[in-house]
């Protein structure tokens, strides 16, 4: 790799790079993102290259490990290019029948093509697909193209003509400016305007200034900055220099969650792929500006994906928040100004700058402008990571992107922004996704999460698993949210357990009121969240589990009652022998009988019974 | 510009005399100032529990929140660590104000039901009883801080920090062993609002966070002064022999 000391430097070896690469040569690209990844990514890339080498492709074929390709309910996948032929759950077994029938023969392997559920077409192309169509990929778009682990597939496809045109053809202010006419928000859920932050920092005269890239992506269910990290680590580096150079900042530091190594090691070697080019260091690209960025991890602590106590937990001090003025882009690491952005925020900056703020600000809603990456899980048929822009309506993704409820069932809610998210229920399918919109209905944009529900998920339960989470991540220092979360845990539990009263459910509104006003961070503010929006749309839910005692989507096990049919019942027993307590008995060939009172509802009669005698209720 | 956040320190970097209201009423104070130390200056009471002028604030007990800003764009905020800014208006007792206070001296009450300095400022606030729940009825540390922030900035040893999150969060020393850092001086038992660091004296010896000190008498009249240890500590950081520090404050 040279290192790159003009423009016409760098525009020559793009150009030879392009030049050199054939566009209609076969490439198989196997996602290794980090859904395929534990199916088999490796093992099936393994037997692509033992059967390249058994017949003679390895010269013609081009085979790559790449990014995640979104569709993670079909891992692993393939993309074969030219073509965009993309099969899914791919094994090293169907690796040799592709080979000879698709790359040889130029035949479509049928049963790993993805099917319809409903209509049980076909669709073999990756454009074909809905999960697919419906998409518009900026942050994601390289991670099915390119190797992360090759800074020239990062060239080719234009990678750092965004940090040569800041550098070498803008002013700092008119960088700033462009960011802030884009309408980029943090993505890190905060959805503070970018432009103006980098502004605020811009405008302190403390030195030296920081960037630091908030890595730590702690929301259960979320793997979009995780995804980007792996799959195109440069994108997040080029951001960041380019806004290095408007904010006057000399240093840079990303902040990595300690479960990230892979991501970890990813972003090193781009690091020093980027140092070898001259892209980090001294004097780059001849501009006069050094910079250079460091990783940093962090220790199991989803608090410290809080700006502040990210910055503390940096300093080598206690990972908990600090109360706010002053702001980080005042005083942040080491006291000094520093601008913090999420993963995605810095990755969307080398396509603003390439494409223009005019083009970012022309996709989106008014105040929500670009795309969001989402992480759909749940109750979808189609599992994965999606791009859309701002203003795409929950009902799009959840049944054109997502294919729907699963198994047929009946959409119940959509729970938004991790754990600080409220959930959304169908109401409101039609709501077109941006900032504002989310918090009108009592959720937030969050990270990007979101975990779709059906009937088969009970609110209360869903709200103390979320309030348990927050509770065992709270650092604790301030009373609203540890002794407030405690107390909710608690009452939560109460509820489940059958020993809930509705003069607990106003305490745990009153006790949301105090924490949402008197917290010191999000974590604590926002924890009311999913306690507010369950009890406003699912009240009746609450009411089931307090006066009747009833946990109507049979998920609370200490209100759930396991009973035997007599009249199906066969007395095979299965059930007997399933039961860890003994708690069933009766005569062989008979109806069981089944006693309550040793019961402790495990459930596995429940699931051993083949004539469906066993009910819950 | 480096914010300094403990009132003594704050002179260096207090600026000019701005205008700002408090509870309807205009006054001037010094920009940066805490609104906490503006809003007392001026009369105006506001309760704290983890504050101290001698340390920095942190934020942590919330008691000392008020309201800014103009409905409906307000705002609660800790008092101690704001900083006094022109044109600021400001409630030390609006009801969002008040309702904030009784509900964490509520949640105190329930974790430390036997803690004295919360019975009184919870009653003082019209809280007698609590609606929360209590783990253990014998817990006195109200995890404000104090005692860590003491001996990290006036004695400068940091023995002691907070361990862990929420769920068992604690003041502690590393790795719950014997610090070698700790001298010994029961700084930390002095500033704690609800006497809950234990530390005992028999025959001349001090135990605190579990280590023995032994006491040093002083070579006049006798009295025990301090932790012979925590008087050595003194001579480091001085330079003075330590003999100096062997007579106690009477005798000298």
Redesign the interface.
């Known amino acids: 790799m040279p290192r790159f000391e003009s423009t016409d430097h760098l525009r020559e070896y793009r150009r030879q790079l392009v030049a050199k690469r054939d566009p209609n040569q076969t490439q198989v690209m196997v996602c290794a993102g980090p859904g395929c990844l534990p199916m088999g990514s490796e093992e099936v890339a393994a037997a692509f290259r033992e059967e390249f080498e058994k017949n003679g492709l390895g010269a013609k074929v081009l085979l790559k490990e790449c990014g995640c390709h979104g569709l993670c309910a079909g891992a692993v996948r393939v993309l074969i290019r030219p073509q965009e032929i993309t099969y899914q759950h791919v094994t090293p077994e169907d690796v040799p029948e592709i080979v000879e029938k698709t790359l040889k023969e130029g035949q479509v392997v049928d049963r790993l093509v993805y099917e319809d559920l409903h209509s049980h077409e076909k669709a073999v192309h990756k454009g074909e697909i809905p999960f697919f169509k419906g998409q518009m990929p900026i942050v994601l778009r390289k991670l099915d193209v390119i190797d992360p682990t090759s800074m020239d597939d990062y060239l080719a496809m234009g990678g750092y003509r965004g940090l040569r045109q800041a550098l070498l053809e803008m002013k700092p202010d008119e960088i700033i400016d462009a960011v802030d006419k884009s309408g980029l928000r943090g993505r890190g859920g905060g959805g503070f305007p970018t432009g103006r932050k980098w502004r605020i920092c811009q405008d302190?005269?403390?030195e030296p200034k920081f960037i630091i890239c908030n890595a730590d992506e702690g929301d259960p269910g979320a793997f979009m900055d995780r995804a980007v990290m792996e799959g195109d680590p440069h994108a997040v580096l080029e951001g960041m220099i380019i806004g290095a150079f408007a904010i006057g900042a000399s240093k840079g530091y990303i902040y990595v969650r300690h479960e990230y190594p892979l991501a970890v090691r990813r972003l090193q070697l781009a690091i020093d792929q980027a140092r070898e080019a001259g892209f980090l260091g001294k004097n780059i690209l001849r501009s006069g500006f050094n910079f250079d960025i460091q990783i940093s991890r962090g220790a199991g602590?989803f608090?410290c994906g809080e700006e502040t106590a990210l910055i503390h937990s940096m300093e080598g001090n206690?990972g908990?928040p600090?109360?706010r003025?002053?702001y980080p882009a005042?005083?942040g690491l080491f006291?000094k100004p520093t601008v913090i952005n999420n993963v995605e925020t810095w990755a969307n900056v080398p396509e603003i700058i390439n494409m223009g703020a005019d083009w970012y600000a022309g996709i989106g809603t008014e105040n929500s402008k670009g795309t969001k990456v989402f992480s759909l899980v749940g109750a979808v048929n189609q599992t994965g990571l999606v791009e859309v822009p701002m203003g795409t309506t929950l009902r799009q993704i959840v049944y054109d992107l997502g294919g729907g409820i699963r198994q047929d069932r009946e959409f119940k809610a959509v729970q938004t922004g991790g754990p600080s998210g409220g959930c959304i229920p169908a109401q409101f399918l039609d709501l077109p996704v941006d900032y504002d919109s989310l918090q009108s209905v009592g959720s937030i944009m969050g990270s990007g999460g979101m975990i779709v529900m059906d009937t088969t998920s009970c609110m209360v339960d869903v709200a103390r698993y979320f309030i348990n989470f927050l509770?065992?991540?709270?650092?604790?220092?301030?009373?609203?949210?540890?002794?407030?979360?405690?107390?909710l845990l608690?009452i939560l539990d109460e509820i489940i357990h059958g020993r809930g009263t509705e003069e607990q459910l106003a305490?745990m509104e009153?006790?949301c009121?105090?924490m949402a006003?008197?917290?010191?961070c999000g974590l604590g503010k926002s924890a009311v969240n999913p306690i507010r929006s369950t009890i406003k749309y699912f009240r009746e839910e609450y009411l089931a589990h307090i006066r009747d005692k009833k946990c109507h989507a049979l998920v609370c096990r200490p209100l759930l009652k396991y009973t035997i049919d007599p009249e199906t019942c066969t007395g095979c027993l299965a059930c007997v022998r399933e039961c860890p307590v003994g708690a069933i008995s009766g005569k062989k060939k008979l109806p069981q009988e089944l006693d309550q009172e040793l019961c402790v509802k495990c459930g596995l009669c429940y699931e051993a019974c083949q004539f469906d005698a066993v009910h819950i209720e | 510009m480096v914010w300094k956040i403990s009132d003594e320190t704050a002179f260096d970097t207090l600026g000019d005399e701005v205008r700002l209201t408090i509870n309807g009423v205009t006054i001037r104070a010094p920009q940066n100032q805490s609104l906490l130390v503006t809003a007392r200056q001026n009369g105006f009471e506001i309760p704290t529990l983890c504050y101290h002028r001698d340390l920095p604030s942190e934020g942590q007990c919330r008691m000392c929140v008020v309201e800014i800003g103009e409905y409906p764009r307000t705002q609660i905020v800790n008092s101690c660590t704001f900083p006094t800014q022109a044109g600021l208006v400001v409630q030390t007792h609006s009801e969002k104000v008040v309702q904030s206070r009784r509900i964490v001296l509520e949640l105190l009450l329930a974790r430390t039901p036997k803690a004295k300095a919360i019975q009184d400022l919870a009653a003082a606030h019209g809280v007698y009883e609590s609606r929360f729940k209590t783990d253990d009825p014998e817990e006195l540390c109200i995890l404000c801080g104090l005692c860590v922030r003491t001996c990290r900035e006036v004695v400068g040893v940091s023995a002691i920090s907070m361990k862990g999150r929420t769920p068992d969060k604690q003041v502690a020393t590393p790795f719950m062993e014997q610090s070698s850092a700790c001298i010994g001086c029961g700084s930390c038992a002095f500033i704690c609002p609800t006497n809950v660091i234990p530390y005992t004296e028999k025959d001349g010896v001090r135990t605190i966070w579990g280590r023995d000190f032994e006491l040093q008498p002083c070579n006049v009249c006798g009295n025990y002064i301090a932790p012979k240890y925590q008087l050595e500590h003194w001579a480091k950081l001085t330079g003075d022999p330590v003999e100096t520090f062997f007579v106690c404050r009477d005798c000298r």
């Open positions: 302190e005269l403390e602590a608090v206690i908990e600090s109360p003025p002053p005042q005083a006291g509770y065992e991540e709270s650092c604790g220092k301030c009373t609203p949210c540890r002794e407030g979360l405690k107390n608690f305490l009153e006790l009121d105090t006003a008197a917290s010191i």
